[in-house]
């Protein structure tokens, strides 16, 4: 009787090796991708399936560290509930497989541990991509996307994060002096880069460069910081606005008003960074 209870108790989730998804989570993935198997994507653009694909997560629930399990760093795969990384990591996973026609688990698993980590693998929590700026320089470097702020009228950016090596007692995972060391290591490289943002008050400007699907990186004003939230632009009315997932509302939403008009009323938000899938 010990033993049906113990095993119930694992039921909820699946363990492939280095990687955890709960079995409602597996679930939503299978529907999804039978989605996809409907119609043709390939003549799609990248951009256009992260829209639509993006819309499919309207409405779901805003649930934040769900990749902060105990334990060493696992590839963890949860469709119930999404942060607003996990929410654009989730969707650009499924348009890139869309785009290539593959709907397998293990197609997900290898697609999105290359988008979440350093090199495209898990090699430890210091490896995720924590910052994401980082996520942004490395995904380019993978051929995944194009960061095109400079194109579109960017400036500068001063961008030194600090705030995970300064405040390891927020991480459970930093207990570990030399994960620290490491954290610290990757704070210093980002440093050492160029970026460049779209101040807050030259958005409206910047918008018609703008299209439907990029990816929309919100700098933080707060110096240890580099981003504050992410997500995609979404064009109505002949105006971008942000579909993300919404610490407001708690859950994937497009925003009221348009972009430039969402950043004006938080003072913690200095810009934007934009970002195209290839």
Not at 193 to 205: D, G, S
Not at 224 to 234: E, N, R, T, Y
Not at 243 to 258: L, Y
Request: hydrophobic residues 40%; charged residues 20%; aromatic residues 10%.
């Amino acid at each position: 009787m010990r033993l049906i209870t113990i095993l119930l108790i694992f039921i909820p989730f699946i363990t492939y090796s280095q990687t955890v998804c709960s079995l409602e989570s597996r679930e939503r993935l299978g529907v999804l991708m039978d989605q996809l198997l409907l119609e043709d994507h390939g003549n799609k653009s990248l951009n256009a399936l992260n829209v639509e694909i993006g819309e499919w997560f309207l409405g779901t629930p805003y649930v934040e560290k769900t990749l902060e399990i105990p334990g060493e760093e696992k590839l963890v795969i949860d469709l119930q509930g999404l942060d607003c990384t996990t929410y654009v990591e989730t969707v650009v996973t499924l348009s890139r497989l869309a785009k290539r026609g593959e709907f397998t688990f293990e197609a997900y698993q290898a697609e999105l541990e290359l988008l979440r980590y350093r090199n495209g693998l898990n090699t430890g929590y210091p490896s995720r991509l924590h910052y994401f700026s980082d996520w942004i320089y490395q995904n380019q470097a993978k051929g995944i996307l194009t960061d095109i702020t400079e194109e579109i009228g960017g400036k500068v950016y001063v961008n030194s994060p600090s705030f995970m090596s300064a405040n390891p007692q927020f991480y459970p995972q930093l207990s570990n002096p030399e994960y620290v060391a490491l954290i610290k290591a990757t704070e210093l490289d980002i440093a050492a880069r160029r970026y460049y943002y779209i101040p807050k008050e030259e958005i409206r400007k910047a918008e018609p460069m703008i299209q439907s699907g990029d990816l929309i990186a919100i700098t933080a004003a707060m110096k240890s910081l580099d981003m504050v939230h992410v997500g995609f632009a979404v064009e109505k009315n002949g105006r971008i606005y942000l579909m993300h997932a919404s610490t407001g509302s708690m859950m994937v939403e497009i925003s009221e008003k348009p972009l430039s008009d969402y950043l004006a009323g938080f003072k913690s938000q200095s810009g934007i960074m934009v970002s195209r899938l290839k």
